[in-house]
């Protein structure tokens, strides 16, 4: 192998000077990046190679784009249903309203709430305009950014959606406990 | 002139590469097998001389990343298909090679260097030295200016003689192997290696009649 610290009196030569960029070496740090980017890839390569998941990624990202537009479709609809409920009157509510304490709807509890556990009563207000809550005797309607399933909250039957429609002077969802 | 000027390799002797090889298969043999962390050990191994390889035909750091990150993911991908007719390394370089000139085949017109930094141990070298004393410039503003030319030397080189000058005279591989990884003949790699050399003599011509 010739020397790279050859004598000062020899001409210098190609090679002599290709030599010099076996000098050009990148540092520590972008061997670090460079495993980091690679693991990333070798592991995105392993997902591609299953066929079961690489369906799955398929499916996930070809309805990406209209996820939002589904979650809307389903708010729109359960608005809708829970409209419709909110016109048939029925007497198992009163039952249901004996055993839950007076809900207090305030914006600093609304966050809050909404990590309760099943089984206190929760009220979300969210970005919509404050609106203060309204009640008969036999049910009580509180604003709300969202449904309320039974499956989600079973002591509350949500039956509001109509914005305008279900409370006139209050707001949005009415829940009849 | 040597068969080898290897300053990276580390095989030194022919023991040596026996030796290495058949660590390779059996890490290859180990990821066929679905041991992925095997891999690892290969990627660790040829990591830098690939780099290497891949930036030395390109002179341009990003792309280099990014042809060396693919050319192991390529080979990831194959791996099931390597029979182990020839070594690990040579197959892994052919990759590596053959996706650097097909990169600079689709950019042919969107070229720009992005260079690695010189090593410090690199301006003590006596030629360095030498060529400095002689130079009317600052050391560090001519250890810039050399890098620049030998690098756009290289790159006036047609792809096929910029890959056997790089694979010889920069990474030290043999004959056999350049032969191997181009899938030409050994004259054609010594034909095409006195050639370039002709090319890159007039294209540094400054700087080796100082």
């Known amino acids: 192998m010739p020397d ?32 980091r980017e690679l693991h990333q890839k070798t592991l995105r390569t392993l997902v591609k190679q299953r ?22 479709a389903a708010f729109a609809l359960s608005l ?22 007076t809900p207090v709807v305030t914006p600093q509890v609304q ?67 | 002139m040597a068969e080898t000027g290897a300053l990276t390799r580390p095989v030194t002797t022919a023991g040596d590469s026996v030796v290495s090889e058949d660590t390779d298969m059996s890490l290859v043999r180990q990821v066929q097998a679905g041991d992925v ?30 042809l060396t990150q693919e050319a192991f993911i390529k080979a990831f991908r194959s791996i099931n298909k390597f029979k182990g007719k020839s070594s690990f390394f040579t197959w892994l370089y052919r990759i590596g090679v053959n996706g650097a000139i097909s990169h600079l085949k689709r950019n042919r017109v969107r070229r720009f260097f992005s260079l ?17 004393a002689k130079s009317r410039t600052e050391k560090p503003a001519f250890m810039r200016e050399l890098q620049e030319k030998l690098n756009e030397a290289l790159q ?3 792809h096929k003689h910029r890959t056997v000058v790089v694979l010889f005279e920069i990474e030290g591989l043999s004959h056999q192997e350049i032969a191997e990884i181009t899938k030409t003949s050994v004259g054609t ?22």
């Not at chain 1, 790279?4 to 960029?21: A, F, G, I, S, Y």
């Open chain 1, 51 to 72: 066929p079961s998941t690489r369906s799955l990624w398929a499916v996930l990202g070809r309805w990406q784009a209209a996820l939002p537009l589904a979650g809307a």
């Open chain 2, 156 to 158: 006036k080189l047609s």
């Open chain 2, 189 to 210: 790699v010594r034909s095409r290696l006195h050639y370039a050399k002709q090319q890159l003599q007039a294209s540094l011509r400054d700087y080796l009649e100082r």
């Open chain 1, 4 to 35: 790279e610290n050859q004598n000062n009196d020899q001409p210098v030569t190609v090679e002599d000077l290709l030599r010099l960029k076996r000098h050009e070496q990148p540092d520590e740090a972008f061997w670090a990046q460079f495993d």
């Open chain 1, 80 to 101: 809708a249903v829970s409209n419709d409920l909110l016109k048939v009157p029925t007497p198992a509510p009163q039952v249901a309203v004996a055993a839950l304490p």
């Open chain 1, 111 to 177: 966050e809050a709430a909404m990590a309760q556990p099943v089984g206190s009563p929760s009220f979300v207000v969210s970005a919509l305009p404050s609106q203060e809550a309204f009640s008969t005797e036999n049910y009580r309607q509180v604003p709300a950014s969202r449904a309320m399933t039974p499956a989600h909250r079973p002591d509350v039957q949500f039956v509001g959606g109509s914005i305008a429609a279900a409370i006139p002077h209050t707001g949005y969802a009415a829940g009849i406990y």
């Open chain 2, 116 to 132: 690695e930094n010189l090593d410090e141990e690199v301006s003590s070298r006596d030629i360095v030295e030498a060529l400095a």
């Open chain 2, 37 to 66: 962390a095997a891999y690892d050990k290969l990627v660790l191994k040829y990591r830098e001389r690939l780099y290497s390889v891949v930036y030395n035909l390109t002179s341009n750091r990003e792309d280099a990343n990014d």
